[in-house]
């Protein structure tokens, strides 16, 4: 097998956790939203990479799902007493990841090396591959205007009103070389649950992305972050909500009309199953909620099942 | 009284220290070494500075004169796991003043403009000021080859022999605008007791500082950082030998040959008056050894008084 898993942050890595459990490092691709990130202070913050290469490492806070644990925040502390912006919670042993960061950027490294070294210095051996290295900033139109997405998402702790989305810089953005070899080599796509609007939508703005995608030739799962009419993790039952579409997996399905095959949905939502079958898309009914590493690992096998089957039928 | 005082780190920042409690924030302008500034990790630090500030602000660790008390190491374990070299400590929120520092200077700010700034945030209103916005790097030819300050100072621990010390980009350099305004207004030039080599020696490497300081028509005292023939803090003693010079107050005496009419020397070192005093300058003997405060303080008021008195004379 030659996974390709798409994904954000909290709960699209606890899959991918389970998915690298059970996949050699060539059998596995793991493309990431770049579209939170921003830069805090001069330093170059990338959200949802750093949430999936800190939950494949283990190091990540069980309790929040992002950041590390046994954090602290003495730096954010003095930021705070220069007369820095402190909202935005970096701890002080994310801060180093930033700063290496934000170095090698400036020394020329793209953010595909860049990630590459950081896992390789984390232990991890399965690609961990920004969707572009190219900047795209996800932008949230609201009742209070035009935000970035962390003003939004962090500051403003999602309350504003979302009326859509913007993806700055994606017209001009170039998939990243191994998203595309990605693309080309992988015989299964697996969309991680994510957000749909916040994580995923940035990922097809790439130009090009969403067209392979639709002619990709293998197996294309999707996992719902919606079950039983509430997100998982984050606002995007809000969001839902707020743009008009169903608070449901069938209004998160509705999203991946053309770029999907076999839509996952959680036990709880089984009674949905036909609506989305509707939709022309097979149904798989799971576990879909990870509140420990064996339900993880075992959503991953379960996904990783259905594709092999698929792909035989 | 207007007075000028030129620093290092550690010692000199303790007789600043003991100028701030005794002199208006018009009264003084505080000018420090640049010199052993050095990018770490891509942060721009200062070590000297920071020193100076960070002891005005009385945020210092007592026990080692530098750095921040109650200082933590976090990011430090971090990029250390990360793979980076971490042989120069940054404490986490020593990194603040770093990460602030950095992001101004890459927004176009000058290290002058930047200093101000952290020292206003820091509560600070007497002038701390760079002796220049141009990078000067101190370099130390050694036994093992030419070393960047910091990497003969913290990674090497001064223990490579010194043959002589060079200050990269001098030449090219200018004194920075308050300190100029500080030798043309000021009517009290104060060397703080700080290493003649490397941290006095680079400020006179600033092109037309030690030309305007031989001319300058105010009173101008020097403290020797060599007391009984052994340093109060770091590789003064060491260097002195290293280059063939006495290893006592007259051998730093001597550095400052046409720099200084009134030399400083500590009341254990009475006995070498004379022979200071055979090199054509005034000698006070006083109390250097600055444990606390109230010492730090008293030191300043009598220096104080004795440029009064020779104001007057």
């Known amino acids: 097998m030659r996974a390709l898993a798409l994904t954000g942050g909290v709960g699209g890595a606890k899959l991918c956790f389970g998915l690298v459990q059970i996949l050699q490092p060539d059998e596995l691709r793991i493309v990431v939203n770049t579209g939170d990130d921003e830069e805090f202070h ?3 913050v990338c959200p949802d ?5 800190y939950t494949l490492a283990e190091l990540s806070n069980p309790h929040t799902g992002w950041g590390i644990r046994n954090e602290t925040f003495a730096t954010l502390s003095a930021l705070d007493r220069l007369g820095q912006e402190t909202w935005f919670g970096l701890g002080d042993q994310d801060l180093a990841t930033h700063i290496v960061r934000t170095n090698m950027l400036r020394e020329g490294k793209s953010l595909s090396e860049v990630t590459e070294h950081l896992c390789g210095r984390l232990g991890l051996e399965h690609p961990i591959i920004p969707m572009s290295d190219y900047p795209v900033r996800t932008t949230v139109s609201t009742d209070i205007g035009v935000l970035p997405f962390q003003t939004y998402f962090v500051r403003h702790g999602c309350e504003p009103i979302v009326s859509s989305l913007g993806f700055e810089g ?9 998203f595309s070899e990605g693309l080309n080599s992988s015989d299964t796509l697996i969309f991680c649950p994510s957000n749909p609007y916040l994580s995923v939508a940035p990922i097809l703005s790439v130009p090009g992305v969403r067209e392979r995608i639709e002619r990709f030739e ?11 009419g509430q997100a998982l993790k984050g606002p995007a039952a809000k969001i ?7 608070v ?11 770029l999907c095959d076999t839509f996952v ?7 949905l199953a036909d609506d989305i079958r509707n939709l022309g898309m097979n149904v798989l009914v799971l576990n879909t909620i990870m509140n420990n590493n064996r339900d993880k690992i075992q959503l991953a096998r379960h996904l990783l099942e259905a594709a092999s089957e698929s792909d035989g039928s």
Chains 1, 2 share one sequence.
């Open 248 to 258: 449901s997996c069938v209004g998160v399905a509705r999203q991946y009309l053309g």
């Open 218 to 228: 293998g197996t294309r799962l999707a996992v719902s972050p919606i079950v039983g």
């Open 170 to 178: 994606s017209q001009s953005a170039k998939i990243s070389a191994k």
């Open 265 to 271: 949905i959680d036990e709880l939502d089984a009674e």
């Open 42 to 44: 001069g330093l170059y």
């Open 240 to 246: 839902l909500e707020e743009l008009g579409e169903d």
């Open 49 to 53: 990479l750093d949430t999936v290469m």
